[in-house]
C-alpha cells in the first residue's frame, strides 16, 4: 500500500512501516561509505512550516531533500503572514497553489497535521504532508529514527523484530511528542517498554504497549539495553515541577552509576536537545561507547531520505 502523508505511526501500514526503517539502514550505510542515492526527488519541491524552533528535525528533512534532489524552502513564520492573522488552510492552501509537493509540518496544536490534510485533499492538490511534530501528541519521524538506530546498533532489519529488547523511556514523558511516537514504533517490533521518571511527569494512564511505570530510575533501568531519556518540555507544562533543577538531576538523571544495572552491552539515546548534566551526565552523553545519541542525528537524515523516497515511489507507480 502506497504512502501518501505521513501524519502518526499508527497510521503507517504495515509494509510501509517495515519499508522505510529497512531503507533507512541502506541510507545510513550509504552516507558512512560517502555515497548518496540516485535523486528520486529531482525537480520536486518541499516547503518546510514550522511553527515551533527546530535544530535537528529542520535541518535533517531540508538536508535529505536537498541529497534527493529535491529543491526545499523554509516559510519563515514570524515574518509570515500568519503575524497579520491568516490561517493554517489559508496558509497551507496557498504553498500547495504554488506547486509544492511535500509539505513539513511543526505545529503546536493538536489536530493540525489533520487539518493540514484536510485542506490540501479538499482542493485537489496533489502535496504530500509529513509530521514533523504536533504539540505533545506526536512525531513519527523521531519515533521510527529511534527505532531505526536500535537496529542498527543491533545489526537487525525491521522484520527480525524487537521482541528480546527491553526499552527504558525515562524524565518528562507525560509533555513530550517524542515519546509517544517512540512508544508506537517500538511497541510494533515487540520491544518490552518501561518508562520511569516523577510522577508528574508520568502519564496519568499506562499507555498501550507500555509493561510498567516506575518512579524509581534505578528500577527502571535495571536489566534494560536501552535508556532514553527526555530533556524538561517546560513550554508545554500547565504546571511548575515540584523538583528544582539540582534535585531533578540528582534524583532522575541517567548518570554511569545508575546505569551500572542496565545490561552490559546497554546503550543510552536523546532525541535533542539535551540539557547536559540535567536529564543525563555530559560524560554519558559523550561516551562513545556508551551513546547513540550522535548516531540519532545521523540516522534522522537517513531515516528522512528513505520517507521522502518511499512517498515519492508510491506517486510515480
Not at 497553489?97 to 497535521?113: F, H, K, M, N, S
Not at 562513545?288 to 515511489?313: F, K, N, T, W, Y
Request: glycine share 8%; charged share 25%; with cysteine.
Amino acid at each position: 500500500m502506497s504512502l501518501r502523508h505521513l501524519t502518526d505511526i499508527r497510521s503507517m501500514p504495515e509494509d510501509a512501516f517495515l519499508a522505510v526503517l529497512n531503507r533507512s539502514l541502506v541510507m545510513r550505510d550509504m552516507m558512512d561509505r560517502g555515497s548518496w542515492p540516485a535523486p528520486a526527488l529531482a525537480t520536486r519541491l518541499q516547503a518546510n512550516i514550522f511553527y515551533e524552533t527546530s535544530t535537528r528535525t529542520l535541518m535533517s528533512f531540508d538536508i535529505a531533500a536537498k541529497r534527493l534532489g529535491a529543491l526545499t524552502v523554509t516559510l519563515p513564520i514570524a515574518a509570515s503572514s500568519v503575524q497579520k492573522g491568516e490561517s493554517l488552510e489559508d496558509t497551507v492552501l496557498t504553498l500547495g497553489a504554488q506547486g509544492t509537493d511535500y509539505l513539513v509540518l511543526r505545529a503546536t496544536e493538536p489536530e493540525t497535521i489533520n487539518r493540514a490534510v484536510a485542506a490540501i485533499e479538499g482542493d485537489g492538490f496533489p502535496t504530500s504532508v509529513i509530521n514533523a511534530g504536533e504539540g505533545a501528541l506526536g512525531h513519527p519521524t523521531q519515533g521510527l529514527l529511534d527505532v531505526s538506530s536500535i537496529l542498527l546498533s543491533l545489526g537487525r532489519r525491521a522484520e527480525d523484530g524487537l521482541e528480546d529488547i527491553t526499552v527504558a523511556i525515562c524524565g518528562d514523558v507525560r509533555h513530550s511528542r517524542v515519546a509517544a511516537s517512540a512508544i508506537s514504533a517500538l511497541s510494533r517490533l515487540g520491544a518490552t517498554i518501561r518508562l520511569g521518571g516523577p510522577p508528574d511527569l508520568l502519564p496519568e494512564e499506562k499507555p498501550e504497549g507500555v509493561s510498567s511505570m516506575v518512579h524509581d530510575i534505578a528500577e527502571v533501568v535495571e536489566g534494560v539495553d536501552f535508556a532514553m531519556t527526555l530533556r524538561l518540555q517546560v513550554e508545554r507544562m500547565t504546571e511548575a515541577l515540584s523538583l528544582n533543577t539540582e534535585e531533578y538531576h540528582a534524583a532522575y538523571a541517567l548518570t554511569h552509576d545508575r546505569m551500572s544495572a542496565a545490561k552490559p552491552g546497554y546503550r543510552v539515546m536523546h532525541p535533542g536537545p539535551m540539557n547536559r548534566n540535567v536529564e543525563i551526565t555530559e560524560e554519558l552523553a559523550d561516551d562513545p561507547d556508551r551513546s547513540l545519541i550522535r548516531s540519532q542525528v545521523r540516522q534522522g537524515v537517513a531515516l528522512r531520505m528513505a520517507l521522502l523516497e518511499h512517498i515519492e515511489r508510491g506517486k510515480t507507480r
